[in-house]
């Protein structure tokens, strides 16, 4: 691609005419030039699309003086189970690529040290199938600490 074929026609502006525009040429929107006093008609008809109650959930009220709570409503245990569920299955289907890149691993540090043995890949698949699976309230555990790690950094 050459530098004639870009379109630059929106990047043709010197510095003094971005000045200008800097001083003169931004229109701001805030609320005063926006708002309904003016009959903005784009928000007279967002106003139209709900007209019920807004503001937090009573339970979300109920769980607001206390971390914790807030913690536990926002990370709701199906996200946990969900979690170990997805993580265990992840594991199992690369077992496989993980003991073939142990092995390799452990080939060139023999390289490197005849007198070390390396372990057959089914011997490494096997070591890995022992593996225990996460349990729900190891992921509260886990996002719990980095909570409480970015709430009170040491």
């Excluded at 299955?89 to 690369?94: H, K, L, P, S, T």
Aim: include cysteine.
């Amino acid at each position: 691609m050459n530098e004639e074929d870009l379109d630059t026609g929106m990047f043709d502006m010197t510095d003094d005419d971005l000045r200008s525009i800097a001083e003169t040429g931004w229109v701001v929107y805030d609320e005063e030039q926006s708002g309904k006093a003016h009959g903005n008609p784009q928000l007279d008809a967002a106003n139209d699309y709900y007209d019920g109650q807004c503001g937090p959930t009573r339970s979300a009220v109920a769980n607001a003086d206390y971390p914790l709570g807030m913690f536990f409503y926002v990370l709701l245990k199906e996200v946990w189970i969900r979690t170990t569920e997805e993580t265990d299955r992840y594991r199992r289907q690369n077992i496989s690529a993980m003991a073939s890149s142990r092995r390799e691993k452990l080939l060139a540090r023999q390289a490197k040290d005849p007198r070390m043995s390396v372990p057959n890949l089914k011997d490494i698949e096997a070591d890995l199938n022992k593996f225990k699976p996460i349990q729900a309230h190891d992921i509260v555990h886990i996002v719990a600490l980095l909570f409480a790690r970015a709430m009170a950094p040491v």
